[in-house]
């Protein structure tokens, strides 16, 4: 077994050459900042940004988060959801660089250095070890789900443009201690079924599940970032009482931004989010009343009715299409996408489904290629995400074996 081995060198400034232990163990309060881990034979360095307000003596959760196929380590889109303070944040580093290809060793490999980076940091610089949750996008999305399984201490992930695919254990038990899971995903990405089938497989497993979905982007993170993913992060750190207090204050708000919202269809949208949003769940009755009545006003209107219509029937493919894996079920839903197109042509739920009945069909397209792959269980990850603030884009190299297009 390899056991790492930790340098250090802080990004901003660049300090002396002292230890590590040395420099984190200061009596002062440290600014956030990032340091360095190095481990042999991993090509880039860990990224470890410190809580503003880090105090010896006090421990921290932390979010260790995954970037994307030829992505660096980075902390930038965490930190832009957690603020300074409160949290540890891991830019984290791979074994195995390039598409990830799923094995018990290659997630072995990766799960030695989150374990490795966890003892560290818990060893006397404030790393709580049961508040750690794995994070990523897209590729970092796709390890994260598969750390979550085969780590059962983890408190959590937050899956980002991935989904589930892979069982670590064919039968998997229930999670002795459930961790909650935040998943988020643009409507047009190819990902989105596996993000619904992530909902489904882990709140089997008992996990406390969380979706956002992004209305309109592809393969992206949001360039102004998630609300619903700052939410859930406060929920998991903050007080009952607090977090009663900061969702009625977000829910008396929203009267005034909906307002705003011209089209009916994209405010009744912008209800059904708000009832899936992470503080909606820290609302008393009253509260959650507030916005049903007016989402249910709205689909009795003449404008919405006809979409919430549609948008039920679409959701009954969208649950064949997550329940049922075969060229059979694709093949029918191919003409089922393509039918809710025609009838709902003009309206919102229309487009979408053209974009589920082009996706269906490339997928057939490549169906008999991912049935070779899943014989061996062998499952690249890949490809890149568009350009993006928080993602960088990265070089275009094809995939060594093929690769189902809609798994990014």
């Given amino acids: 077994m390899v056991v790492p081995f930790f340098t250090m060198a802080s990004v901003h400034p660049a300090p002396p050459a002292v230890g590590l232990a040395l420099l984190l163990l200061a009596a002062a309060p440290l600014d956030a900042r990032t340091v360095e881990l190095g481990f042999p034979d991993v090509k880039e360095r860990v ?8 105090l010896p003596g006090k421990s921290y959760p932390a979010v260790f988060y995954y970037h994307g196929t030829n992505g660096k380590p980075t902390t930038e889109l965490i930190r832009a959801h957690t603020g300074p303070d409160d ?9 195995q660089t390039g598409k990830f290809t799923f094995t018990p060793e290659t997630l072995e490999a990766e799960a030695l250095i989150l374990r490795s980076v966890i003892r560290h940091l818990g060893a006397g610089h404030g790393l709580d070890p049961k508040r750690v949750y794995v994070a990523g996008f897209s590729k970092g999305g796709w390890i994260s789900g598969l750390l979550m399984q085969r780590e059962r201490t983890l408190a959590g992930a937050v899956i980002l443009g991935a989904g589930h695919i892979h069982r670590v254990d064919q039968s998997p038990a229930k999670f002795k201690r459930p961790p909650a899971v935040f998943i988020g995903i643009g409507r047009r ?6 993000s619904l089938r992530a909902i489904s497989f882990y709140r089997g497993l008992g996990a406390a599940t969380t979706m956002e979905t992004w209305h309109g982007l592809g393969h992206r993170f949001p360039p102004d970032g998630s ?4 939410q859930w992060l406060q929920a998991r750190i903050r007080p009952a009482a607090d ?3 900061a969702a009625a204050a977000w829910a008396a708000d929203r009267p005034r931004e909906l307002a ?17 949003a992470p503080f909606f769940r820290f609302l ?7 916005f049903t009545s007016k989402r249910e006003a709205l689909e009795r209107t003449a404008a919405v009715k006809p979409e919430a219509a549609f948008l039920a029937r679409h959701r009954k493919l969208l649950r064949s299409e997550i329940a049922t894996h075969s060229k059979e079920n694709y093949e029918s839903l191919l003409k089922a996408y393509l039918d809710l197109s025609t009838a709902a042509a003009g309206t919102r739920q229309g487009e979408i489904a053209r974009h589920d009945h082009q996706r269906i ?3 057939l397209k490549h169906f008999d290629a991912q049935e070779e792959l899943r014989k061996d269980d062998l499952q690249p990850f890949g490809p890149e995400p568009e350009d993006d603030p928080f993602v960088p884009k990265s070089p275009v190299s094809p995939p060594r074996i093929p690769a189902n297009p809609l798994v990014r």
């Fill in 227 to 230: 609300p619903a993913l700052r």
């Fill in 189 to 194: 990405d190819g990902n989105y079924p596996f």
């Fill in 284 to 290: 008393d009755a009253a509260q959650k009343a507030a």
């Fill in 87 to 95: 949290w540890f944040v891991v830019g984290m580093a791979y074994a």
């Fill in 260 to 276: 705003a919202i011209a089209d009916p269809v994209d405010r009744w949208v912008a209800l059904l989010d708000a009832e899936q």
């Fill in 47 to 54: 990224q470890v940004s410190f809580p503003a307000n880090h």
């Fill in 243 to 245: 977090l009663r207090t």
């Fill in 361 to 363: 069909e490339r997928l």
